[in-house]
């Protein structure tokens, strides 16, 4: 009976060892296991025998200890270790690991389960899914592209999401005024060769183009059906896009320095400067000349040189100029920008800024603002009211004020009206223009720059990341990024106590 309880003492150490043998090999075969987390076998005695029982020390006794023998050994657990491990970069987007405590969640046919492994991918349908085909769980989005927390659902990244357009409602300009510059006291002005009546009545405004010649000419200059494009030039700059008008039995004069006006975006109300004409075409009546006087400032000169003015009548010979009567005088700076329309079309628009007062308190700025891409710039309308009204490529115009250390004050107004009739936009566009981080410092030249603006055009889903927090963001073709969902993490008060499934999956313990 001794040496039997001998052998079965041994023996349950025999099994025991085998046990953590058989734990140490699943750690090794596991080595390169995805988020594998390793375990050791721990040790309990088995029940002891006793044969005496102990006593206390006495008057006639020293006392004795328990006199009892163990029948061996026993696994009394096996604990897995959940600490972090380390962490390798893939190269995949969808490859994930969790920095600290936590579990993925993932749903299958076995219902919810938990794991540690990243190595995700997305199936036919562009749902992030386990290597075991699982569905990866997490937030969904709102309209407005906002997290739905606590609403678990599968997560997906599809490859034909669109982002669409968004119309430009601000734009902001950047840069530095040059305070040193001179202020704005002259404007371009140019000349035509003097004209006259074919009836040899006096010429005016009202008399009908087709009654008018060159003065030592007798053929009349015009006739019904002749189409005028001018192509101008402003600040040096070439107008875009070329102005026609078709003359008809009731065009005028007055409809022809109209042209001119729209043509070479002069904005006609601007103020009259000392000893020059008001911006805009005007007629002498005395000497038949046909004067166009520019806008203030070097980048509002306006010119019509060689072919920017034709005809689809030969005999159409008005000219200007070459070389201004008069040049435009002041400081002034011009820049582009895009903005957009409702529909996502690119619309450009130009500023030109010019220093109009200076003193000890500071300076005043004006700027005009214009756009090629204005509907009514592509037309000429002979019945439109353009002296009064902004008309053709002219968006606005507006005036900035700053104070003596070029620090910004005041603008008003700064908001343009574009008009995108016919396009399928909406017809009306406003867009106001911030120059709240501009200044008015002496410098070598005026700086004027487009900033951020809130618009973009339409685009479709390029790229996606995850970042940090689980959040799942789209790039689109247009620059534009949105929220499409966020990976949920589960955590435990005791991760040690899941159960391992295999799989790189788990499930909650008791």
């Known amino acids: ?253 007055q409809n022809l320095t109209d042209f001119y006006d729209q043509g070479l975006q002069i904005k006609t109300d601007e103020p009259q400067l000392t000893g020059f004409n008001k911006p805009g075409a005007e007629l002498d009546p005395a000497t038949g000349v046909l004067t166009i006087t520019g806008n203030a400032g070097k980048d509002n000169s306006v010119g019509i040189t060689g072919t920017a003015l034709t005809s689809s009548n030969p005999a159409m010979t008005m000219t200007f100029s070459e070389d201004p009567v008069k040049q435009a005088v002041g400081e002034s700076v011009y820049t582009s920008m895009q903005v957009y329309d409702s529909l996502g079309n690119a619309v450009s628009v130009d500023v030109t800024a010019t220093l109009t007062s200076k003193d000890t308190s500071g300076t005043t700025w004006s700027f005009i603002a214009s756009s090629p891409d204005n509907t009514a710039a592509k037309t000429f309308d002979p019945t439109g009211t353009a002296p009064t009204s902004y008309y053709g490529s002219i968006l606005g115009s507006g005036a900035m004020t700053f104070d003596n250390t070029g620090k910004y004050l005041t603008s008003t107004p700064t908001s343009l009206t574009l008009d995108r009739g016919g396009t399928g936009a909406n017809a009306q566009q406003v867009v106001k223009l911030d120059f709240t981080t501009m200044t008015a410092m002496s410098t070598a030249a005026s700086t004027l720059t487009p900033g951020k603006q809130d618009g973009y055009s339409s685009g479709t889903i390029s790229d996606f990341s995850i970042g940090n927090d689980g959040t799942i963001t789209g790039s689109f073709s247009n620059g534009q990024q949105r929220t499409l969902g966020q990976v949920a993490v589960a955590t435990f008060d005791n991760p040690g106590g899941m159960t391992d499934l295999g799989g790189n999956v788990y499930s909650t313990g008791p």
């Open 1 to 253: 009976m001794a040496l039997t309880s001998a052998l079965f003492t041994g023996l349950s150490g025999l099994n025991a060892n085998q046990t953590k043998l058989n734990v140490i090999g699943n750690n090794i075969a596991n080595t390169n296991t995805t988020a594998f987390k390793s375990s050791r076998a721990e040790f309990a005695s088995q029940f002891y025998l006793t044969d005496a029982g102990g006593s206390a020390p006495g008057a006639v006794s020293g006392g004795a200890n328990p006199s009892q023998r163990g029948l061996g050994t026993q696994v009394s657990a096996i604990e897995k270790d959940m600490t972090q491990g380390s962490m390798e970069t893939t190269g995949k987007d969808t490859d994930l690991a969790i920095d600290g405590a936590g579990f993925f969640i993932v749903e299958g046919a076995e219902g919810q389960q938990y794991t540690r492994a990243g190595d995700f991918t997305r199936n036919a349908n562009n749902d992030l899914t386990t290597a075991a085909g699982q569905y990866v769980m997490g937030f969904g989005t709102d309209a407005n592209d906002n997290v739905i927390r606590g609403k678990l659902q599968h997560l997906s990244i599809p490859t034909n999401l669109t982002s669409a357009a968004k119309a430009t409602t601000t734009a902001t300009m950047q840069g530095n005024f040059d305070a040193a510059g001179d202020p704005a006291t002259g404007a371009s002005v140019i000349n035509s060769q003097a004209l006259a009546t074919v009836d040899a009545t006096p010429i005016t405004t009202a008399t009908a183009l087709t009654n008018v010649k060159d003065a030592g000419g007798t053929a009349p200059m015009y006739a019904v059906g002749d189409v005028l494009t001018l192509k101008g030039t402003k600040g040096g700059r070439s107008i875009e896009p070329p102005l026609t008008f078709t003359i008809d039995a009731t065009s005028t004069v």
